[in-house]
Structures are given as structure tokens and as C-alpha cells.
T-cell receptor, first 116, second 110 residues
Framework: EAGVAQSPRYKIIEKRQSVAFWCNPI?????LYWYQQILGQGPKLLIQ????????DSQLPKDRFSAERLKGVDSTLKIQPAKLEDSAVYLC??????????????FGPGTRLTVT | QQQVKQSPQSLIVQKGGISIINCAYE??????FPWYQQFPGKGPALLIA?????SEKKEGRFTISFNKSAKQFSLHIMDSQPGDSATYFC?????????FGQGTRLTINP
């Protein structure tokens, strides 16, 4: 079973520029999450999708961050314009829907963003 | 109330020793408590998890101890090996979301 795929793996941009990250979850996983992991901290949930609908985006800075999940499969996370404090690793995770297996989140390798 | 507090921030253990990482939570609605292991440049990977109706769960060298009344849980790594050197995160699940602790950087000296 292929894991969660993310691209790019690394990105360096200047502040005020825009950037987009892509995630392809495990096949058949209905729930998709985007997390922000700042160096030395645990992952912080940004947004949760169930199929192509948003379940929770309460911690997403909506003035600059946006996310979508087209057709309930792949997802993109965009930052526009980026700030220095957005430097972090952006992790995508997915889970199957229903039952105890839905508790287990499978993470991708992340995209390391550096804003200069 | 949504926080999970993890300690210590860093831990150095000799090969063959026992590594112990502790977490505490406040929200009694949490229903699932996983531990994740993260190597540099990789995403977190599920290591072991426990539900609050169980006081202990063991998988190989890894054991979770869970104290519901104290709202605390801990990870014990027996016979710690250099390959266990990584960052460990505890987490708690509530309302279909995971809340993570701050992480513990574990170093096993050979």
C-alpha cells in the first residue's frame, strides 16, 4: 500500500510571495488533514477534510492560508502572502472513514518551507 | 483544555536502558491516546496507542501506561537501542482531531 505523498519536499521563498503544497492521500482514505509543524514543536492541525468537504478549519489563518480537496482525493494548501513565521514543515495525513481504523492517522513526509 | 503537556523535552539514555516519556491532559472527552515516532526528514509514524478503558498496552519493547484518574499516560521503551533515537510525540484524540504534545527528543548512547 502506497503511503501519503507530498510535494515539493522543500521550498524556499521570500516573504510576501505565494506557495502551494500538494498532497495525495492513501487510496480510499476519506479524511485528510493538513498540519503545521514548527521546529521543536508538535504538529498543529490547520484543516480537516471529510471527502471534499471541510470538517474543521478553525485554526487555519484564513487571511493568508487556503486549502481545497478536489473530488475528495488530492488536496492543495496555499499560502499567500507568506510571512517569516510561516517557516515550518507542512504535514499531510489521512485516515480511512469509520470504525477504529479511522483513529489511526498516516502522515506523509512533509514539505519543509523556509520563508526568507 | 485542549492541551497535551509532554515531558521531558529531551532525554539521553544508555543502550539497554529504559526510556520513559510522560504526558498529561485535561480534557476528559479524549478517547484515544497514540504515540508517534518521528525521524529527521520524515513524517510522524504511529508507534503504539491506547484507549482510556485500558491501563496498559505492550507491543514488543514499547509499553503505554495509562492513569485515567490522574489524566496521565506514559511511554516506556525497554532495552533502548540506538535505532530508537528519534523524536517522540504523544497525542490525544477528541472530536475526530489529534492534539499533539511538544515532543521529546530521545538519544540512545551506544
Amino acid at each position: 500500500e502506497a503511503g501519503v505523498a507530498q510535494s515539493p519536499r522543500y521550498k524556499i521563498i521570500e516573504k510576501r510571495q505565494s506557495v502551494a503544497f500538494w498532497c495525495n492521500p492513501i487510496s480510499g482514505h476519506a479524511t485528510l488533514y493538513w498540519y503545521q509543524q514548527i521546529l521543536g514543536q508538535g504538529p498543529k492541525l490547520l484543516i480537516q477534510f471529510q471527502n471534499n468537504g471541510v470538517v474543521d478549519d478553525s485554526q487555519l489563518p484564513k487571511d493568508r492560508f487556503s486549502a481545497e480537496r478536489l473530488k475528495g482525493v488530492d488536496s492543495t494548501l496555499k499560502i499567500q502572502p507568506a510571512k517569516l513565521e510561516d517557516s515550518a514543515v507542512y504535514l499531510c495525513a489521512s485516515t480511512p472513514s469509520g470504525g477504529l481504523s479511522s483513529y489511526e492517522q498516516y502522515f506523509g513526509p512533509g514539505t519543509r518551507l523556509t520563508v526568507t | 483544555q485542549q492541551q497535551v503537556k509532554q515531558s521531558p523535552q529531551s532525554l539521553i539514555v544508555q543502550k539497554g536502558g529504559i526510556s520513559i516519556i510522560n504526558c498529561a491532559y485535561e480534557n476528559t472527552a479524549f478517547d484515544y491516546f497514540p504515540w508517534y515516532q518521528q525521524f529527521p526528514g520524515k513524517g510522524p509514524a504511529l508507534l503504539i496507542a491506547i484507549r482510556p478503558d485500558v491501563s496498559e498496552k505492550k507491543e514488543g519493547r514499547f509499553t503505554i501506561s495509562f492513569n485515567k484518574s490522574a489524566k496521565q499516560f506514559s511511554l516506556h521503551i525497554m532495552d533502548s537501542q540506538p535505532g530508537d533515537s528519534a523524536t517522540y510525540f504523544c497525542a490525544a484524540r477528541g472530536a475526530q482531531k489529534l492534539v499533539f504534545g511538544q515532543g521529546t527528543r530521545l538519544t540512545i548512547n551506544p
